[in-house]
């Protein structure tokens, strides 16, 4: 069985900084692209970032240089490190892996960034 399970959101001032983690299991995470997407409220879901089973990172323009994709094999975690954090990066966060038989996802967690 697949899980995605995200953690580490919660409430940060303007400029601070998060790390959410997502753990999965289920899979053979280190043959599969992960990626981090975000929806905000009354707002389509997102693509944020993409790291895919060699390594290669993509970022949408608006975390560039502010938000890093990376992963640890060996905990089967992907993780995204965002930095210098603004009230528009205020989402739902999810982390999302495409296999076979379909997209999976986790439940989400909460990054709300105060101004």
């Known amino acids: 069985q697949v899980r995605l399970v995200e953690s580490g959101g919660g409430l940060v001032q303007a400029g601070g900084s998060l790390t959410l983690s997502c753990a999965t299991s289920g899979i053979i995470f280190e043959l599969n692209a992960m990626g981090w997407y975000r929806q905000a409220p009354g707002k389509q879901r997102e693509l944020v970032t993409t790291i895919t089973s060699g390594g290669s990172k993509i970022y949408a323009d608006s975390v560039k240089g502010r938000f890093t994709i990376f992963r640890d094999i060996a905990k089967n975690t992907v993780y995204l490190q965002m930095n210098s954090l603004k009230p528009e990066d205020t989402a739902v966060y999810y982390c999302?892996?495409?296999?076979?038989?379909?997209?999976?996802w986790g439940q989400g967690t909460q990054v709300t960034v105060s101004s």
């Open positions: 999302n892996t495409v296999l076979g038989d379909g997209a999976y």
